[in-house]
């Protein structure tokens, strides 16, 4: 498995911006599909975004399409997931996950690895 650690979460107001960011450790990432979930209190763990181990594949939920964007550095073992326009409706706490498998990639079920997540919190 490959052991992952977020950061970047924080406290911002509606509007602002955010970059989320996941380091990898483990021989293993560069062949890995990366995602990210969140969840919300009283709430399921919910896909957010996920992207294939060479960049080409990328898949955004509705709520955040045009509004985040995921990208990866396999030299530096890096995940980065940039959140503009936030709202209220995001504050989570923001998981990333890495996956073996090339198919339901938007279900946590087929994530091996998770990182410990970060407070993302939106005050309106």
């Known amino acids: 498995q490959v052991q992952l650690v977020e950061s970047g979460g924080g406290l911002v107001q509606t509007g602002d911006s955010l970059r989320l960011s996941c380091a990898a450790s483990?021989?293993?990432?560069?062949?890995?599909?990366m995602g990210w979930f969140r969840q919300a209190p009283k709430k399921e763990r919910e896909f957010v975004t996920f992207i294939g181990w060479d960049g080409g594949t990328i898949y955004y939920a509705d709520a955040v399409r045009g509004r985040f964007t995921i990208s990866r550095d396999n030299a530096k073992g890096t995940v980065t997931l940039q959140m503009n326009s936030l709202g209220p409706e995001d504050t989570a706490v923001y998981y990333c996950?890495?996956?073996?498998?090339?198919?339901?990639?938007?279900?946590?079920?087929?994530?091996?690895?998770w990182g410990q997540g970060t407070q993302v919190t939106v005050s309106s």
């Open positions: 996950a890495a996956s073996k498998v090339t198919y339901g990639r938007t279900r946590a079920e087929n994530y091996d690895s």
């Open positions: 483990g021989r293993t990432f560069s062949s890995l599909s």
